[in-house]
């Protein structure tokens, strides 16, 4: 079986009082983490741990319903058949939602990353009313959750994605530009809802948490990107060795609102989304009013002019722009999600023109760009990950050691 990656010294066994729990969370981290299948004596190579250890945390993590076993394989060596271990399948489940300009969502998904159930509602939510839309949500929120409870899954959390500027995980939403929403006390006004104010979601960026589920998809290859998420607003977010780079407070990634001219600003033209935006491609390309990202792909698969000509100036916008973020970051690899991931092929060849122009590196290192593996509706999937990794990070607390 293929080995799991090498640990730090930071993860490996700890040598203290809460050692069981540390190396209990430790080996299930290998489990979910793992791109293929991983067996007990994997887990104690990899770890330091004892194969006698390694073996009775994994009996607990059974026992749990957080692992499974697949059909043993036969050993290369003499010895018995290894045990390939999986995320078990439906036991554990954590729901991501997601407010965004032209839809809201709800995504339940297991410790696998498997999509239990979801709910989603086309709209148009432009100057909308926080209230308003959170009661929506919570409406697309309480059969998810009921849904799981009569299924005896058990909910390890909740997760919302925003499209803008969130103190990480309590909030409040400071700006969400395109939904006109400003300081909005997102948890205090989900408190009266009999669900979901007895199960507060944790809140994030709406590129941030796409971003995370695309590290997810990519089990760390590469482990640091530049992720883009192209809807109405446009989101970005870097990750740094499989983590994602929030800053402080995790306002980091509004590559949107970069400015391209010195007219640029929130209101005006001038900034990438008014470039390169899912709204600014559609009226450069003279598309219907409320033409949606289908329309555009559509319209770029049967190769319109108009549109082609707008691709382009999309392209371009965006390829100053990351050419930017790369020189200040120093990433190799930049990947697009959201209505870009569909549309990769008509925008790669104006973004690496400008890339290669203005990567100061660029000429020693060359810049790979790819589309997202993480399709469609990413942020909730990544939401909900957010909210599994409490138990992931201490496994202990949802059983007796």
Do not use: C, K
């Amino acid at each position: 079986m293929a080995q799991p990656r090498r640990v730090t010294n930071r993860e490996r066994a700890a040598r203290q009082e809460s050692l069981r729990h540390h190396n209990l969370a430790l080996t299930l981290r290998h489990v979910l983490d793992a791109p293929v299948p991983v067996s007990r004596a994997d887990i104690a190579g990899a770890t330091g741990l004892t194969r006698a250890t390694v073996s009775a945390l994994v009996d607990f993590l059974l026992e749990a319903g957080f692992v499974a076993e697949l059909e043993p394989v036969a050993a290369q060596r003499a010895g018995r058949p290894a045990v390939p271990l999986v995320a078990a399948r439906g036991t554990v489940a954590a729901v991501g939602m997601e407010i965004n300009v032209d839809y809201l969502g709800v995504r339940a998904v297991d410790l696998g990353g498997r999509v239990l159930t979801e709910r989603i509602e086309m709209g148009d939510f432009r100057g909308s009313r926080p209230e308003s839309v959170l009661d929506r949500l919570a409406s697309l929120a309480d059969p998810v959750l009921a849904l799981l409870s009569a299924d005896g899954v058990r909910i390890a959390g909740t997760a919302l994605a925003l499209p803008g500027v969130v103190d990480d995980v309590t909030g409040p939403l400071r700006l969400a530009p395109n939904l006109g929403w400003r300081d909005v006390d997102v948890i205090g006004l989900l408190a009266a809802d009999p669900v979901l104010g007895g199960m507060p979601p944790r809140l994030g960026n709406e590129a941030n948490l796409a971003a995370r589920a695309e590290a997810r998809a990519r089990r760390g290859s590469p482990a640091s990107f530049v992720y883009v998420s192209g809807e109405v607003g446009i989101g970005g977010a870097i990750v740094l060795d499989g983590t994602i780079w929030g800053g402080p407070r995790g306002w980091s990634g509004e590559i949107g609102h970069t400015a391209l001219d010195t007219a640029g600003s929130f209101d005006e033209g001038g900034t990438l989304e008014s470039y390169a935006g899912q709204d600014a491609i559609a009226q450069r390309a003279g598309l219907p009013a409320g033409a949606t990202a289908g329309d555009i792909v559509a319209a770029a698969r049967r190769g319109d002019a108009p549109t082609l000509a707008a691709l382009d100036v999309a392209g371009s916008a965006l390829g100053v722009t990351l050419a930017n973020v790369i020189n200040i970051v120093e990433v190799q690899h930049v990947i697009l999600g959201g209505i870009y991931a569909d549309l990769t092929e008509y925008l790669r060849p104006t973004i690496m023109v400008q890339i290669e122009r203005r990567a100061i590196a660029a000429p020693w290192a060359a810049i790979e760009l790819s589309a997202a593996r993480a399709r469609q509706y990413p942020a909730m999937t990544g939401a909900a990950i957010d909210a599994l990794q409490l138990l992931v990070e201490e496994p202990a607390a949802w059983l007796t050691v």
